[in-house]
């Protein structure tokens, strides 16, 4: 049983860790890390080529989070650790696209990968949270705002759901990462130099 807890989460973090913005950008000629906010995520490939290939890694990004623990929930065993063994491959999936091996541990912000994570664990947590990012970005201006504040508000949604405790612990680890890599973008919020969706400018 320990070797197939070790092969699933080394499994979940290399799926986690395919660069899709990345692929996607240098499948048109260009590198995305090199353009924009240098990020390879959803946000940074759509501001760099455009809408379709936004929405595609945004897609791609939230598949990778969400397949590796449904794929575990249904071939793993009955047993009493079964829960938290799944959660954990969840986290692992989140930080291979942090921090992939493919590319040196530089990774993006996490942010898609971890809806793919939390929609398997509770949807109906995710409905709630997509409502308060839009009202966060259209209000504020700011993309970095909007998955700040969802990031926080997640735990405590789990927990109004009713969401195994298990599941709530690794779901605050996973919200407390999306933090420490948008440190850059509180630093810049708080500073008035944030980038605006709206404008394209600072606030």
């Not at 398997?120 to 009202?135: C, K, M, R």
């Not at 705002?145 to 599941?167: K, N, T």
């Not at 996973?174 to 810049?188: D, F, M, P, T, Y």
Request: glycine residues 12%; aromatic residues 14%; proline residues 3%.
């Amino acid at each position: 049983m320990i070797i197939i807890f070790i092969v699933a989460l080394i499994l979940s973090y290399l799926v986690g860790a395919i660069p899709f913005g990345l692929l996607f950008s240098r499948a048109v000629g260009k590198d995305v890390r090199r353009e924009g906010s240098g990020n390879i995520g959803a946000t940074n490939v759509n501001r760099v080529l455009g809408k379709k290939l936004g929405v595609l890694t945004l897609f791609c990004d939230i598949a990778k989070g969400f397949f590796p623990v449904y794929l575990i929930s249904v071939f793993l065993p009955e047993v009493p650790e079964r829960v938290f063994f799944i959660s954990l491959c969840g986290l692992a999936t989140v930080v291979g696209h942090m921090f992939p091996v493919y590319l040196r541990f530089k990774g993006g912000k996490g942010v898609a990968t971890a809806l793919g994570v939390f929609l398997f664990f509770s949807p109906f947590s995710i409905l709630v949270a997509l409502f308060v990012f839009i009202a966060v970005v259209v209000l504020s201006g700011f993309v970095s705002a909007g998955s700040l504040a969802v990031s926080a508000l997640i735990p405590l949604l789990f927990w109004y759901f009713g969401v195994e405790d298990s599941i709530i612990v690794i779901t605050g680890v996973i919200a407390g990462l999306i933090w420490v890599k948008h440190s850059s973008n509180i630093g810049r919020l708080l500073r008035g130099e944030e980038k605006s969706w709206k404008t394209g400018k600072s606030a």
